[in-house]
C-alpha cells in the first residue's frame, strides 16, 4: 500500500500497524457477531424468519430515564 514511504515505515517501527490491528480486530468481531447472530440450529430449533417492520431500530425517547413527566 505505502511503497517507499519511510515516514510510514517509521510509524509502523514505533507504534506497530494499526491498520492491520484494526482490521483484524474488525473481522473478529464479525466473525463473532455472524456467530452470534445465526438462528439456533445447533439447538434444534427451527430457523427463525424474521419479517422487519416499519419504526424497528434504534429509536430516541423523548425524556431521559428518571426525567419528569
Same mark, same amino acid.
Not at 50 to 57: L, S, T, V
Given at each position: &500500500? @505505502?511503497?517507499?514511504? $519511510?515516514?510510514?515505515? =517509521?510509524?509502523?517501527?514505533?507504534?506497530?500497524?494499526?491498520?492491520?490491528?484494526? =482490521? !483484524?480486530? +474488525?473481522?473478529?468481531?464479525? !466473525?463473532?457477531?455472524? @456467530?452470534? &447472530?445465526? $438462528?439456533?440450529?445447533? @439447538?434444534? +430449533?427451527? $430457523?427463525?424468519?424474521?419479517?422487519?417492520?416499519?419504526? +424497528?431500530?434504534?429509536? =430516541?425517547? +423523548?425524556? $431521559?430515564?428518571?426525567? =419528569?413527566?
Amino acid at each position: &500500500m @505505502f511503497q517507499d514511504s $519511510p515516514i510510514y515505515d =517509521r510509524l509502523i517501527s514505533e507504534r506497530g500497524d494499526v491498520p492491520l490491528q484494526v =482490521r !483484524r480486530e +474488525a473481522e473478529r468481531v464479525s !466473525r463473532e457477531l455472524e @456467530f452470534v &447472530m445465526q $438462528p439456533l440450529n445447533s @439447538f434444534g +430449533a427451527p $430457523p427463525v424468519e424474521r419479517q422487519p417492520h416499519p419504526g +424497528a431500530g434504534w429509536q =430516541r425517547s +423523548a425524556l $431521559p430515564p428518571g426525567g =419528569r413527566l
